[in-house]
């Protein structure tokens, strides 16, 4: 049993950064791939960006390129999302998501314990 915890997220203006980060209890979190979703009012969630067990593979979707990075510290059970250049449709509840999948699943069916996820609103 994993459980997850986001934290990091809040109001910023477009433009500006957020860091979220999501604590992982147990000893087994470098045993997971991990990944970042969110949901937008009234939107389907969707798949954000994901990491290998490592870290050394990162995935994140088209759209986001280059605004997002993922990393995680597995001495820290945490793995976190940088967020720049922020826009107001990023707007969303983020969560994250651990995946026994390998190495860097995309799909919602991959995961396996998720968190309650973190606000994040960007006005404009």
């Known amino acids: 049993q994993v459980q997850l915890v986001e934290s990091g997220g809040g109001l910023v203006q477009a433009g500006g950064s957020l860091r979220l980060s999501c604590a992982a209890s147990?000893?087994?979190?470098?045993?997971?791939?991990m990944g970042w979703f969110r949901q937008a009012p009234g939107k389907e969630r969707e798949f954000v960006s994901a990491?290998?067990?490592?870290?050394?593979?990162?995935t994140y979707v088209d759209t986001l390129k280059g605004r997002f990075t993922i990393s995680r510290d597995n001495a820290k059970n945490t793995v976190y999302l940088q967020m720049n250049s922020l826009k107001p449709e990023d707007t969303a509840v983020y969560s994250c998501?651990?995946?026994?999948?390998?190495?860097?699943?995309?799909?919602?069916?991959?995961?396996?314990?998720w968190g309650r996820g973190t606000q994040v609103t960007v006005s404009s």
């Open positions: 998501a651990a995946s026994p999948r390998s190495p860097t699943p995309t799909g919602e069916a991959d995961y396996v314990y």
């Open positions: 147990g000893r087994t979190f470098s045993t997971y791939a």
């Open positions: 990491v290998s067990q490592s870290g050394g593979t990162k």
